[in-house]
């Protein structure tokens, strides 16, 4: 399986809203409800912030949501923040129980 | 607190063998999947391999079936992973992750530090 696929980069002035996207197939993003996302600071461990698509954990901020259509899902940060600035990583198991990652988005807030 | 802690990391020759393991705390170890996740060296994250709660089921990344096995000792709260036939892209940190399967996608809702394997002549 090929590794879903997401722009290497984004960047948005602080207040403002982003969206990174993550592309898959039918055979996983667009044939389960099996995506979450990840932020990752520098040298720090990743950490969950969207799981079944759009479900937020606790204690994660309600400026993060998640929403897919067809075969690609989204992440939108609203009210961007300077703490913001990580890489985000989307996942998505398949059908076969494998599970993908995106390859990664790094988000600068300017 | 939950707590996973990784060993085992270290630097190997091309073709050599390596276990890490991961000690868990801080939640009943017996009841939640758990699983691998690596990190080369300024790169994404990849999936390794997952297990269920009693060691029975195990998920593996198609291109690492066959060298790595995961595996887990419920009385120890301990998860390890044997790694054969190390490639120099193998090089990464390895991630002890536990899996919170309350519904459909699992998430990783908790992560280790990581431990560094390095393979190199």
Not at chain 1, 40 to 62: A, C, F, L, T
Request: charged content about 15%; proline content about 4%.
């Amino acid at each position: 399986q090929s590794a879903l696929t997401q722009p290497a980069s984004v960047s948005g002035s602080p207040g403002q809203s982003i969206t990174i996207s993550c592309t898959g197939t039918s055979s996983d993003i667009g044939g389960y409800n099996y995506v979450s996302w990840y932020q990752q600071h520098p040298g720090k461990v990743p950490k969950v912030m969207i799981y079944d698509v759009s479900e937020r954990p606790s204690g994660v901020s309600n400026r993060f949501s998640g929403s897919k259509s067809g075969n690609t899902a989204s992440l939108t940060i609203s009210g961007l923040q300077a703490e913001d600035e990580a890489h985000y990583y989307c996942s998505s198991y398949t059908g076969s129980n494998i599970l993908l990652f995106g390859g990664g988005t790094k988000l600068t807030v300017l | 607190e939950v707590q996973l802690v990784e060993s085992g990391g270290t630097l190997v020759q091309p073709g050599g063998s390596l276990r890490l393991s991961c000690a868990a705390s801080g939640f009943t170890f017996s009841n939640f999947w758990m699983g691998w996740v690596r990190q080369a060296p300024g790169k994404g994250l990849e999936w390794v391999a997952n297990i269920n709660e009693d060691g029975g089921v195990e998920y593996y990344l198609d291109s690492l079936r066959g060298r790595i096995t995961i595996s887990r000792d419920n009385a120890k709260n301990s998860l390890f992973v044997q790694m054969n036939s190390l490639r120099g892209e193998d090089t990464a940190v390895y991630y002890c992750v536990r899996l919170d399967c309350r519904g459909p996608s699992c998430p990783f809702d908790s992560w280790g530090q990581g431990t560094l394997v390095t393979v190199s002549s």
